[in-house]
């Protein structure tokens, strides 16, 4: 499979703990996002890596969540001290786009198959 | 701020019918639009895009449509199918300079037998 993976697919944890999950994105693609998404709405944007470059951060991602892309590969999002609010399915999406480009090409982003995160 | 919306969250058809969602978009400098299947408990699924210098853009069963003077994308699925049963995002790409892309909250389309 050349797509996008995700790992764990579920997560359940009780509040206080801290969770990590792992983003693969597809093996030639230099950009990766993470999304979060809860029932009935579309995914939210969180963080953006080129590359390792953190380049974005949301304000839905609180100071207990952090992201890495350590070797411009694989991803992983942690979030610390987890609150019951965290309950989603997190996203990870990876595409292709040249360093530097700001003009309008297309930089389509295929998405994994989510981590479901229960918090109890 | 910017908003991707739909205009309607549940749409019914009868197998074999075209299927037609829209969205409505607020950021008239977006340039960059996709449309995404979502079934229950998957990630999104691209299914077609289309570039702000577009009208029309064609795929397999499925006709993407943007109306840049009204900032609306519709998608259009012929001959709809039980397998087209899924929730059905539009995303706007931010201009931003990160390439977020901004989601709606959904359409589900459910195909009656």
């Known amino acids: 499979d050349t797509g996008v993976s995700q790992d764990p697919r579920h997560k359940i944890t009780k509040r206080g703990q801290n969770v990590t999950f792992r983003c693969d994105p597809i093996s030639e693609h230099n950009r990766l996002y993470w999304y979060r998404q809860t029932l009935g709405q579309g995914p939210e944007f969180l963080t953006y890596f080129q590359n390792e470059a953190q380049l974005e951060k949301s304000r839905l991602l609180s100071d207990r969540f952090s992201a890495e892309r350590p070797k411009g590969s694989f991803s992983t999002l942690e979030i610390q001290r987890t609150e019951q609010g965290d309950s989603a399915m997190y996203l990870c999406a990876s595409s292709f786009g040249l360093a530097g480009e700001f003009g309008p090409s297309t930089d389509t982003q295929y998405f994994g198959p989510g981590t479901r995160l229960t918090v109890l | 701020g910017e908003s991707v919306g739909l205009h309607l969250p549940t749409l019914s058809v009868q197998e074999g019918d075209n299927s037609i969602i829209n969205c409505a978009y607020s950021?008239?400098?977006?340039?960059?639009f996709i449309w995404y299947k979502q079934e229950s408990g998957k990630g999104p699924q691209f299914i077609i895009d289309?570039?702000?210098?577009?009208d029309k853009r064609q795929g397999q069963r499925v006709t993407v449509l943007l109306n840049k003077t009204v900032k609306h994308l519709s998608l259009q699925i012929a001959a709809t199918q039980p397998g087209d049963s899924a929730v059905y995002f539009c995303a706007e790409r931010s201009t931003s300079g990160t390439y977020k892309y901004i989601f709606g909250t959904g359409t589900r389309l459910k195909v009656l037998a």
């Open positions: 950021n008239s400098a977006s340039d960059y």
């Open positions: 289309i570039r702000s210098n577009m």
